[in-house]
C-alpha cells in the first residue's frame, strides 16, 4: 500500500549523474522515487533501475518505474505508474501481485480515477496544474480536483509545473504528494530543492 505524502520526485534521465542526483534529492527528503525513461536502452534503463532499487530501499523509500512493468519485475522495484496508453491496471495486479504499488495517471478526470480505484489502484494522479516543460501539450487540471478526489479514500499525487512557490496550494487542496521533475533536477542544488519541497508538508 502506498502510504506515502510528501515529494514525489521523477528523474529527467537519461543523464551520467543519475545516482548522485537522486542521492540528493533522498537526502533532501523525497519520499517517492520515479524512474523515467523513455529511451529504448534497455540494458543501461536496467543497470540504472537496479542501482536506484538498492538506494531507495536503503532509505526506505519506494522506487516506482514509469510505464514499465517487465523493468519493474527485472530491477526489483517497489512498483509502477500506468499512463492512459499503458497496460491496463488489472493486468498490472496480476502480473506485479497484490503487494505491489501501482499508480494511475487521471490528468483532469474525475470519472478515470474513480475507474483507477475501483480496479485497485493505490494513488491517483491529476495535473498538469502549471504549464510543464516536460509536457507542454498536457491537459490542464483544477485544483478543486484535489478536494473532490479525497473523498476516494486513495493518496492524491498532484503533478505539472509545480515549484516551491505555486506547490503549497496544490497541498491545501489536498495533494498528499506533489510530483516534480524540472524544478527538482534541473535546479543548481537538488538537495536544497528537495528540502524546500519537503518543508511545505505540515
Known sequence: MFKARGLYAITNGPRADLQAVVGAALRGGANVIQY??????????????TSLARLCWS?????????DIDLAIECGAAG?????????????????GDKA???VSCYDSLALARHAVEDGADYIAFGAFHPSP?????????PDLLVEARSFGVPVVAIGGITPD????????GADCVAVISS???????ESAARRFSQLFP
Do not use: Y
Open 80 to 96: 509502477v505508474h500506468l499512463g492512459a496508453e499503458d497496460i491496463g491496471l488489472s493486468a498490472a495486479r496480476a502480473r506485479l
Open 184 to 190: 527538482l533536477f534541473d535546479a543548481p542544488d537538488i
Open 134 to 142: 516536460t509536457k507542454p501539450l498536457a491537459r490542464c487540471a483544477k
Open 101 to 103: 504499488i501501482i499508480g
Open 36 to 49: 523515467r525513461d523513455k529511451t529504448t536502452d534497455k540494458s543501461r534503463r536496467l543497470n540504472e533501475a
Open 59 to 67: 532509505h526506505n523509500v519506494p522506487l516506482i518505474i514509469n510505464d
Open 166 to 173: 505555486n506547490a503549497g496550494a496544490l497541498i491545501a487542496a
